[in-house]
C-alpha cells in the first residue's frame, strides 16, 4: 500500500483523511504541482516549487514552505514508495473552515498533501519507441486565469473528455480569434521550416515547467530557433510538425490533428533532435 504525506504525518493511503469542510473538496481552493521522479532523481523540482508557490500567493495560501521543506517531503516519499518511476502529486488546500462561505478565511491551516503513484520509464528520443498522438480540437471555455495551477480543473477535464470520447490521445484549444492557447493537460506547439514555435505565456496558458526547461535547452545549445509568439489555427493545420508537452509525458509528437495527419502521420525530425536535447539536460533544474 503507498505511503502518502498529510500535514505533518505519513501514512498508508487508506488512511488519510480530511475534512469535508476543507475548501479544496468544497470550492476546488487549492494549487498542486506534479513532479516526476526516475530512479529516485526529480526533473524540474525547483521550478515546480516556484511555480507552486507563485500560485498560492496569486490566491492567497499563506504555507510560507522553503523548497528545503518540500524536498524532505519528496524525498522521503520516493524512499517509502520506491525508487522506481514516481510521480509526486503535491496539493495545498486553503484548509477546513466550520462553514461553507465563498469569502476566504483569514485563520484556518492550509492543508497539505502529497503522494506518488507509477509513471511510465523516462521517453526517449527514438521514432520507434515513441507513440504518435492523435488529438481533437476544442473551443477554449475554461476560465481566464489558466497561469494558476489550480486543483479546480472541470474544465480542462471536460475538454480532455471530449478528445477522449472522440478516440483520440489529447484536445488541441483554441480561443475567440481562432489562436492555439495549449492543450487540455499539456503545453503546445508547432513546428514550421524548422523552426520550434509556441504560443506566448498569459492568462490563457499554463507556464509548463517541461515547456521551460525545453525551451531553455533549445536555446542553450543553438541549432534549433525557437520562437514564442501567436500561432492561429490554419497555422497548427499546416505545420511540419506539431508537439504536446508535460512533466510526465515531455515531448510527444502528433500525427494527427482533428483527423487530419500531420507530416505524413510519422514522427518528424525536429522533434527527435529537441527530444534528444531535452532527455541529456532535463536533470538540470
Not at 524525498?75 to 509526486?88: H, P, S
Not at 473528455?161 to 492555439?180: A, I, P, R, V
Request: proline share 5%.
Amino acid at each position: 500500500m503507498s505511503i502518502v504525506y498529510l500535514n505533518g504525518s505519513y501514512l498508508p493511503m487508506a488512511e488519510a483523511k480530511i475534512s469535508p469542510m476543507d475548501r479544496g473538496f468544497l470550492f476546488g481552493d487549492g494549487i498542486y504541482e506534479v513532479v516526476p521522479s526516475y530512479g529516485g532523481e526529480m526533473v524540474g523540482f525547483l521550478p515546480h516549487i516556484d511555480r507552486m508557490n507563485n500560485g498560492m500567493a496569486d490566491i492567497g495560501i499563506k504555507l510560507g514552505w522553503s523548497h528545503d521543506q518540500w524536498k524532505s517531503v519528496c524525498d522521503t516519499l520516493i524512499e517509502k514508495n520506491g525508487t522506481g518511476n514516481l510521480g509526486l502529486y503535491l496539493h495545498v488546500s486553503r484548509g477546513a473552515d466550520t462553514k461553507r462561505f465563498h469569502a476566504c478565511p483569514e485563520d484556518i491551516e492550509p492543508t497539505v498533501f502529497a503522494f506518488t503513484y507509477d509513471i511510465p520509464p523516462a521517453p526517449v528520443a527514438d521514432k520507434s519507441k515513441v507513440m504518435g498522438y492523435k488529438v481533437a480540437i476544442d473551443h477554449d471555455l475554461r476560465w481566464k486565469r489558466c497561469h494558476i495551477k489550480s486543483t479546480a480543473l472541470l474544465g480542462n477535464v471536460l475538454h480532455f473528455q471530449h478528445g477522449y470520447e472522440q478516440g483520440t490521445n489529447e484536445t488541441l484549444l483554441y480561443n475567440d480569434k481562432n489562436e492555439l492557447t495549449e492543450a487540455s493537460a499539456c503545453n503546445a506547439y508547432i513546428v514550421k521550416d524548422g523552426v520550434v514555435i509556441t504560443p506566448p505565456l498569459d492568462n490563457q496558458i499554463l507556464a509548463g515547467i517541461t515547456r521551460h526547461i525545453l525551451l531553455d535547452l533549445l536555446r542553450k545549445e543553438g541549432s534549433i530557433p525557437v520562437e514564442e509568439r501567436v500561432v492561429t489555427m490554419e497555422e497548427v493545420f499546416d505545420a511540419d510538425e506539431v508537439w504536446v508537452t508535460s512533466s510526465s509525458k515531455e515531448v510527444v509528437p502528433v500525427i494527427e490533428v482533428d483527423g487530419k495527419p500531420i507530416n505524413h502521420g510519422k514522427i518528424g525530425d525536429v522533434w527527435l533532435a529537441a527530444q534528444t536535447i531535452y532527455s541529456a539536460g532535463k536533470l538540470n533544474y
